[in-house]
């Protein structure tokens, strides 16, 4: 190779590095350009982050600053109406002493009887707004449902009070019942437990006792003794022990029948002889024992309906009023009190006591079932034909619903109407306004509700009448 070759080889080797180099440079140039915009840009757009962070912190200071300035000036504001307000009120307390003649203490006593008069338009307003909603919403919907429920449940009643009367052929035969120096009247009434009544009524024997099963006994015994004719203290013994055996025995099978009738066979023994003593028992001259499967009845189309428990509504149904059968040897409690008690005893369940102990209203229901309870009774009792009162207890029932109205001063006269489902009063129209005989009104029957034993409902109509006569001469 040439000298001069070997130049211009090594001339353009020495040529391509530049190149390469001046290549390198070039793109080094443009990377160094563009981190530096890059660089430039983001600098750019922290500064205007940064300006728009400014002033948006300056913009709520200045809200901020506005609204403590607001609320100074709105402290102010209150200080001086609160300054300005009790100005006034001391103003007007000396003005209405000295206008009306009135000291602070007659004037705070004329205030309270104004505030009174309004809370009684206030308390009459919300009682009848209370009633026209109750009402409204409940009205159709339960006349369904009642209606639903009643319609199986027509039966008949015999009254039955706390005396037996039995015919006799002839007046005669009372004589054998009283015995020689009467003894076998005393005998008689030993074995039995009850009185025997013998007046001046023709062919007429009264048995009397508040246990209706010693009632049932002893006419049993006085029928089975005189058709027999063999009527002595030894007979009478024997007799009254044999009908006592058969009316036990009655009184099982009965039980038993209503245990398998309403679904319960496994209720205890001692549950099953007291609902056979049903048989025996009557409550205004209804029976118990139709009573009791009325009310399961009645009580089990209800629970259907309202999606409730249907054989715990039925137990609670048929044992409500198992007391009854007890009342007359636990004195001092009522007989649904008495019902509870005897469900804690045998049953051991607290939610069935208190359903049964409830249904006279005086103790809390603590579930629907009980409430079904009481609407069931109150169906039952309160149906035509299915109770009445012997001549005293009606007398006595009319005359308290009654003394109950008379006892409040504003009442002229109360009247007991419709057999004593209804006390109208006579309100003296100077005592009370409107306002104050709609409260009177709801208090009287607040009242017959809470202390009063009834069958069914008491409407309570009060009347109020203001009458101007003149004459023209």
């Given at each position: ?17 530049i190149?390469?180099a ?9 990377k ?11 600098l750019?757009d922290?500064?205007e ?9 300056l913009?709520r ?17 209150l200080?001086?109406a ?13 003005k ?5 003649n009135?000291s602070?203490e007659?004037?705070k ?9 309004t ?20 009205e ?10 009643m ?9 039955e ?9 002839k ?20 074995m ?11 062919n007429?024997v ?7 099963i ?8 006085i029928?089975?003794?005189l ?6 203290p ?8 044999n009908?006592?055996?058969d009316?036990?025995k009655e ?15 496994d ?49 609670a149904?048929?044992l ?30 607290e939610?069935?006591?208190n ?45 308290a ?5 008379k006892t409040?001063?504003e ?24 306002k ?23 409407k ?8 101007f006569v003149?004459?023209?001469?």
């Open positions: 190779m040439s000298e001069e070759q070997a130049i211009e080889k090594a001339s353009s080797k020495a040529q391509g590095i190149r390469e001046e290549e390198k440079a070039t793109a080094i140039k443009v160094a350009e563009k981190s530096a915009q890059d660089a430039h840009k983001n750019v922290q500064e982050r940064l300006d728009k962070r400014e002033k948006s912190l913009e200071s200045k809200s901020i600053d506005s609204r403590y300035d607001a609320l100074e000036k709105q402290e102010a504001e200080e001086s609160k300054l300005e307000i009790k100005n006034l009120k001391d103003e007007l307390e000396t209405l002493e000295k206008i009306a009135l602070r007659e004037a006593e004329q205030l309270m009887k104004e505030v009174e008069e809370l009684a338009e206030m308390i009459a307003k919300r009682i009848r707004d209370s009633e026209f909603k109750l009402q409204s919403e409940v159709e919907q339960s006349k369904n449902l009642l209606i639903d429920a319609q199986r449940s027509a039966t008949d009643y015999v009254a009070t706390t005396s037996t009367t039995i015919e006799i052929e007046d005669e035969l009372k004589g054998k019942i009283i015995g020689k120096d009467g003894r076998n009247i005393r005998a008689f009434e030993r039995t437990g009850v009185d025997i009544i013998i007046d001046e009524a023709p007429q009264t048995v009397s006792s508040f246990d209706p010693r009632r049932e006994v002893a006419a049993i015994a029928s089975k003794l058709t027999d004719g063999r009527v002595h030894g007979t009478i013994e024997e007799t009254i022990l009908i006592k055996a009316v036990a009184i099982k099978k009965t039980g038993e029948k209503i245990a398998y009738d309403t679904g319960f066979n209720l205890p023994p001692e549950i099953i002889k007291l609902l056979g003593r049903f048989k025996y028992r009557f409550s205004y001259g209804q029976n118990l024992v139709k009573h009791s499967l009325e009310m399961v009845n009645i009580g089990q189309q209800i629970a259907q309906e309202l999606g409730a428990d249907v054989a715990f509504t039925k137990k149904c048929l409500h009023d198992i007391g009854k059968v007890l009342t007359h040897e636990i004195e001092g409690k009522p007989h649904h009190h008495i019902s509870g008690d005897i469900v804690r005893k045998y049953l051991k369940d939610k069935l006591a359903a049964v102990e409830s249904h006279h209203g005086d103790i809390e229901p603590k579930s629907k079932e009980a409430l079904i309870v009481q609407i069931a009774d109150s169906i039952s009792g309160a149906r035509p034909g299915a109770r009445r009162d012997n001549y005293d207890d009606y007398v006595k029932r009319v005359k619903l009654e003394d109950i109205a409040y001063k009442v002229k006269q109360a009247f007991a109407i419709h057999a004593g489902r209804e006390v109208r009063v006579i309100i003296d129209a100077e005592r009370a306004d409107d104050q005989s709609k409260i009177l009104a709801f208090k009287i029957a607040k009242e017959i509700e809470d202390t009063q034993s009834y069958p069914g409902t008491v309570v109509n009060v009347i109020r009448e203001v009458r003149e004459e023209a001469k």
